[in-house]
Every structure is written in structure tokens, then in C-alpha cells.
């Protein structure tokens, strides 16, 4: 069985991870290599470019922090 909410942690811990490769770390432990990630900004494929796309999402919007906000 998934544990949902350790998934939802883990993806909002990559997404507000700073230090590089830290961020490729937690990326690559929520995708498979060839996982893909779409949304109304990007459409890539491949660890290394989730993690580009979560860089440049960093770059564009500095400071800003994804947090949860109940249970998953």
C-alpha cells in the first residue's frame, strides 16, 4: 500500500529543496528515470529535466515555498 502522505511530503520537499543536488536526490527518488512531469508551463521527461523544470520554477518565483496544508 502507498503511504500517500509521505509521497505528497516528498514531492513537496523536492519542489522547495535549494541546494542542487539535494533537489536531483529527492527528484529521483519520486521518479523513475524516464518519469515525465506536465504542467501548463512544461511537459518534460527524464529525471534531470524534472529537476531543470523545478530550477527554473525556483528562478522564476525566488522565495516562494509549497507547503501542505491538511492530510493527503
Not at 513537496?12 to 508551463?41: F, H
Request: zero cysteines; hydrophobic letters at 45%; aromatic letters at 12%.
Amino acid at each position: 500500500m502507498t503511504d500517500y502522505q509521505a509521497l505528497a511530503a516528498g514531492y513537496i520537499r523536492a519542489w522547495n529543496e535549494r541546494d542542487p543536488a539535494s533537489r536531483r536526490a529527492a527528484a529521483g527518488a519520486l521518479w523513475a528515470e524516464d518519469g515525465s512531469y506536465t504542467d501548463p508551463l512544461t511537459d518534460v521527461r527524464g529525471v534531470a529535466a524534472i529537476d531543470s523544470a523545478i530550477a527554473a520554477a525556483q528562478e522564476q518565483f525566488p522565495g516562494f515555498e509549497f507547503r501542505l496544508t491538511g492530510t493527503v
